[in-house]
């Protein structure tokens, strides 16, 4: 197996990637000019008569081609996700400074007490009529 990874590396498959600073050990990138699927060097070994056919491993690179393609579009979801988290957060954070000017606003007019400031200016007005009649 750590034959089999170590072969993915050196034909450039798979390597070190970050995203939103966040680290993703295995992350796969293909391109337009990548060297031949896993497949493609397995068949083209088989013509070269530097390896036997084995149905089995035929299958293997399948299976690790279809791995791979996988893991690329998980690459590709993971890279939306923190895109849309970093964006989501940016707008739940400007909702809460909102919220928190809006209740400052409300406090400034109102007093800043709520209840209690119309529960003071009642006992206020009790005392101004006993200061009048006392």
Do not use: C
């Amino acid at each position: 197996m750590r034959r089999g990874i170590s072969s993915l590396k050196s034909l450039g498959f798979v390597k070190k990637s970050t995203t939103s600073n966040k680290i993703f050990s295995i992350a796969l990138r293909f391109h337009s000019n990548s060297p031949p699927s896993l497949l493609e060097n397995y068949k083209n070994l088989v013509e070269q008569g530097k390896v036997q056919h084995d149905p089995y491993q035929e299958r293997v690179a399948f299976e690790l081609e279809k791995l791979l393609s996988r893991l690329q579009q998980y690459e590709k979801d993971m890279e939306d996700y923190y895109v849309k988290l970093a964006e989501w957060e940016e707008k739940r954070e400007e909702e809460r400074l909102k919220l928190l000017v809006k209740e400052a606003k409300e406090k400034q007019e109102t007093g800043g007490g709520g209840i209690w400031t119309s529960v003071n200016k009642q006992r206020n007005r009790i005392l101004e009529k006993f200061a009048i009649f006392g």
